[in-house]
């Protein structure tokens, strides 16, 4: 695939994303308790209004969940070990029977025996800087340097589900499920706010969680469409007609204080252009604050995702996000993130995939419901 002069810009100042997350995250860091306080609230949450439980003692140790005192049925144990297993940072599940002591240095591992038919919450969590993760989202962009555009609409519609979730091998969880999504952005600078380019994503993914970490491959689909308006204008130029299936592996591990580290890469296969070279490789890390402010509502949040692609010489694509996150107690599934955006990369968008080089800042609100 041919690339534009655009392309050929000097190289990107992917220090300055790694400078403001480095700059974010000590500051945060330090205001924030122990993720084991973090765990706790979660699971009380979990236990008291899924299972309408509230146990006499639950105590979190260095990410295992001690509950004793409980009175419940084979089949709600299960249930439960299987719900709270998939907290983030839950390395294993102790429940004790009514009256017995729970050993604080226990050492039970989870077996989440129950089969799961659309499970709430995901093994995989969501990736908060991926400018291509499906969830729904509205965005600012104001481009920087661009012949092209210059403030910029960003709409996403999507969301990844699970299907069903079931019991994998040393203790693990597994489940699979459907990604679908669609990514658009708006020519805000046009009199009629034109639509410039819509992406169409589906994936089936596979995802492993085991303790701390967890995983997910795909296989999916991608394509791109040009908005009429903007075809009309003539800026387009030689129209692409981008699509192609890959697969991809992506790898997570959960950190100490609220980090999280992942990193994988993937293979695109029956491409249009045949020419797209197909090589893909993505790395991230990720901060979320083990401790909620304002009654539990407000946690702050931040977030780098690197990305490079054979097409453009494995160029580094980099998007910093950062902000907070609402949240209800009650409803733990369902967040919504209020995040400053920076890129600096290679375009994401379909039609000017790998050819054109943008960089932007902007303002988004993200919904999340894992």
Known sequence: MKKSPQ???????????????AFFFPAVAAATSASDEFIRGYATAILQRDFQ????????????VYISGLEASDVVRDRMKTSLAAIDGVRQVVVGEKGEIVPTGGKTAITPEVNVFLPRDLLFKSLIADPRWPHFSASYQQYMQNDQLDGVGSATFGETFS??????????????????????IFDMNADSHDLVNADYFVAVPLSFKK??????????????????????????????????????????????LGFRIYGGGGYLFDRDPEDLAPGIAQAGLEFKSPEAWWGGALRPVAAVDLQSHEENDWDANVSVRAGFQLENP??????????LEYYDGSSPNGQFYARDNVEYIGLGFHFFYD
């Open 330 to 339: 009650d409803f733990i599934s369902r967040k919504l993130q209020i995040l």
């Open 7 to 21: 392309s050929q810009l000097k190289g990107r100042p992917l220090y300055w994303g790694l400078l403001f997350f």
């Open 53 to 64: 439980i509230t146990a006499k003692t639950l105590n979190v140790q260095s990410g295992v």
């Open 163 to 184: 299907f069903y979730r079931f019991a994998g091998p040393w203790t693990s969880q597994m489940e699979v499920g459907l990604q679908a999504g669609v990514f658009s």
């Open 211 to 256: 303790d701390n970490f967890s995983a997910m491959s795909r296989i999916f689909h991608q394509s791109s469409h040009l908005g009429d308006e903007y075809l009309l204008s003539g800026q387009s130029g030689e129209r692409i007609n981008l699509s192609y299936e890959g697969v991809d592996l992506l790898l997570s591990y959960n950190l100490p």
